[in-house]
Structures are given as structure tokens and as C-alpha cells.
């Protein structure tokens, strides 16, 4: 859990500067300007398992991912290769993310329909105010670096910005705190935070905890159809997948392969 204290530690440092250079204010009038948030929980119902495929620079395990690294040229390739979502990851400093590639890909024309999921470590509810201001249709909301009613709270703002939710778990006392706070999308992400570990049966273990009226999303370690085909087995509605992506000699076949 240290490398995820230091990122909370540098995120909480970042934001005192980052509220001085835009203030709420501003983010209110581009959220003002933003056509109404995409349904993220819609677009991964129906049959088979559907794909959020993540734009990913770099990783704490593994470090940089994807040396020509092109945020737009990547979510195309996504919307391309038939991902249901898109998810971008925000974070400066240990995943080499930006929130101006989520701005960037939510003007694309090829992905009107596609919904955006902004993925960081968000604790504070101007995050919430930022996402949407720079484009985002949900956001992930991580249980183990928030109290039961700091979840309830950025829940509660997300959904008057008219934004959905993705509630990241690992553990089952994580999933008592999603479901205590009625997430009606959960992730379940089968990396160990503490060993970095990744075991894909994390996600069939918990699944059987979850009641079958919520979305349920497998994260982690997905690599193969034969992952997906598991999923579907176990009843999940969707995999985020970033790395396996990012690192594939052809984005498109590798996703309709997964597909």
C-alpha cells in the first residue's frame, strides 16, 4: 500500500497548486458548456463481456508502456476496434497521464457515442468538478483510499453532474463499502496492492458477493480471449484493459481478438 500512499501524498500536494491555477469557477463554466455526460453503465450491459480499453502511457510495476505514446491516435484505435468505453488515465507523475488527453479525446467526432471514464486517485470533490469539466462521462472512485462517507460524497456530486461511478475494490470489506454506498458499478481489481500480484480469480470470488442487478467490471491482468471467455462464464459485464492494448504491434487486432 506505500506506492499508494505516495501517489495520494503527491495528488493532495498537486491539487493545492492545481485549485490556485483553475479555480471551481472556471471549471463550472466549461461544465456549462459540456453537451449532457454519456450512459457508462449502458454502453457495458448486453450479451458477452464488453471491453474498456485504457489509454495508458506508463505504469509503477512496469514503468513506460508505450514509448510513441499518442493519447487521440490510441482512442480511435479503440473506437475502432469496437470498445464499448474508453477509460484515460489522469495521473502525472507515476502513470504519465494528463486530464488534457481527456479533453483532447472527448473532441473527437468518432467517439460521440463511445463514454469516457476518467481513471485517477480521486479523493477531493473538485476532482469531480475537473473531470467533468475536461470531459469525462464517469469516474473511478479507488474504496481503499476513501472512508465510507468520503465514497458517499463524491458518489453523491458525480451523480448531480449527472456522471456514473466505477467503485474499484480488492478485498471484501472494499466491496461491504461500495455496496453500503448503493455502486451500482463495481470494479473489481484483481492486483494484490500490496504484493502487486495479479490473480483474475479475484474477480470470480468476489463477483459471487454482488448482486446481480449491478454492473460489475473485471480490471487487472487481462490479457487473452480466454479471460474474457471466463468472465463470461462468471457473469461479468465488462473488462478494463490497458496494458495488453497499449503494448499490442496492432491496437485494433489485438482488441477484436479480445473481442
Not at 6 to 13: N, Y
Request: charged share 30%; net charge negative.
Amino acid at each position: 500500500m506505500m506506492i499508494l500512499d505516495d501517489i495520494v501524498t503527491g495528488k493532495r500536494k498537486e491539487l493545492v497548486r492545481t485549485k490556485t491555477e483553475m479555480p471551481l469557477r472556471e471549471l463550472e463554466a466549461r461544465i456549462a458548456q459540456r453537451a449532457a455526460p454519456l450512459d457508462f453503465a449502458g454502453a457495458l450491459r448486453g450479451e458477452g463481456v464488453s471491453i474498456i480499453a485504457e489509454v495508458k502511457k506508463a505504469s509503477p510495476s512496469k514503468g513506460l508502456l508505450c514509448p510513441d505514446f499518442d493519447p487521440v491516435s490510441l482512442a480511435k484505435a479503440y473506437a475502432e476496434g469496437g470498445a464499448a468505453a474508453i477509460s484515460v488515465l489522469t495521473e502525472v507523475n507515476h502513470f504519465q497521464g494528463h486530464l488534457n488527453y481527456l479533453s483532447q479525446i472527448s473532441e473527437l467526432p468518432e467517439l460521440e457515442e463511445i463514454p469516457l471514464l476518467r481513471k485517477d486517485f480521486i479523493f477531493d470533490p473538485y476532482q469531480v468538478y475537473e473531470a467533468r469539466a475536461f470531459g469525462a462521462d464517469a469516474i473511478l472512485l479507488i474504496a481503499a483510499i476513501l472512508e465510507d462517507r468520503e465514497l458517499d460524497k463524491l458518489m453523491a456530486l458525480a451523480r448531480e453532474l449527472g456522471m456514473q461511478c466505477l467503485v474499484e475494490v480488492h478485498d471484501g470489506d472494499e466491496l461491504d463499502k461500495a455496496l453500503q454506498g448503493s455502486a451500482q458499478i463495481i470494479g473489481i481489481n484483481n492486483r494484490d496492492l500490496r504484493t502487486f500480484e495479479v490473480d483474475v480469480h479475484t474477480t470470480r470470488r468476489l463477483r459471487s458477493l454482488i448482486p446481480l442487478n449491478r454492473v460489475v467490471v473485471s480490471e487487472s491482468g487481462v490479457s487473452r480471449r480466454e479471460d474474457i471467455e471466463r468472465f463470461r462464464e462468471w457473469s461479468i459485464d465488462a473488462a478494463l484493459i490497458g496494458e495488453a492494448l497499449v503494448t499490442a504491434d496492432d491496437v485494433i487486432a489485438k482488441l477484436r481478438e479480445l473481442l
